[in-house]
T-cell receptor
Framework: NAGVTQTPKFRILKIGQSMTLQCTQDMNHNYMYWYRQDPGMGLKLIYYSVGAGITDKGEVPNGYNVSRSTTEDFPLRLELAAPSQTSVYFC??????????????FGPGTRLTVL | AQTVTQSQPEMSVQEAETVTLSCTYDTSESDYYLFWYKQPPSRQMILVIRQEAYKQQNATENRFSVNFQKAAKSFSLKISDSQLGDAAMYFCAYLFGNEKLTFGTGTRLTIIP
């Protein structure tokens, strides 16, 4: 049982390049999330998904896109990388039904640098 | 909008002693969740303890306990018998509904041998 996995662990991009951060969970969780963590700060939500085919914006969605074609996968796409997107990116998942909340499990993070 | 404030950027404690990390939050909701997450140098986010706002009893997990003051909107974390492995960033977080966690800016805890 791997939990939440993210690839790659590290990446350096040039300004204007694009890339996809991969996230996969094997816990059959319905909710998945993407956060970013800037130096010295807490995590901020970029996008989230409550199930396959459903996504919604979080607090800081600009410059990113997501899709959720399967329960397991929730990739994050950066189309035109900018230095402001230098950050550590965390994927998380949880299983929730109605008012029943369960904790979010986090992946190990991807450190992205845009130069 | 909900906000979470951690006013202590850094704290240090002698090994085996007790330390308390502070957290305050702002919300107009009555039913929500509060969490403390630990982030060691490995960057992994690890859930330490959670508190449901409708529960009056403070949550406890082994050496970790909270002091939840709902009216004051305060949620502090007490670590007893501090160990070297407790050294990490600690984040307080708030959740309403099943959507986003709102995080504080973190407190870096150093354990002095």
């Amino acid at each position: 049982n791997a939990g939440v996995t993210q690839t790659p662990k590290f990446r350096i991009l040039k300004i204007g390049q694009s890339m996809t951060l991969q996230c996969t969970q094997d816990m059959n969780h319905n909710y998945m999330y993407w956060y970013r963590q800037d130096p010295g700060m807490g995590l901020k939500l970029i996008y989230y998904s409550v199930g396959a085919g459903i996504t919604d914006k979080g607090e800081v969605p600009n410059g990113y896109n997501v899709s959720r074609s399967t329960t397991e996968d929730f990739p994050l796409r950066l189309e035109l990388a900018a230095p402001s997107q230098t950050s550590v990116y965390f994927c998380a998942s949880s299983y929730s039904i109605g008012e029943l909340y369960n904790e979010q499990f986090f992946g190990p993070g991807t450190r992205l640098t845009v130069l | 909008a909900q906000t979470v404030t951690q006013s202590q950027p850094e704290m240090s404690v002698q090994e085996a002693e007790t330390v308390t990390l502070s957290c305050t939050y702002d919300t107009s909701e009555s039913d929500y969740y509060l969490f403390w997450y630990k982030q060691p140098p490995s960057r992994q986010m690890i859930l330490v303890i959670r508190q449901e706002a409708y529960k009056q009893q403070n949550a406890t997990e082994n050496r970790f306990s909270v002091n939840f003051q709902k009216a004051a909107k305060s949620f502090s974390l007490k670590i007893s018998d501090s160990q070297l492995g407790d050294a990490a960033m600690y984040f307080c977080a708030y959740l309403f509904g099943n959507e986003k966690l709102t995080f504080g800016t973190g407190t870096r805890l150093t354990i002095i041998p």
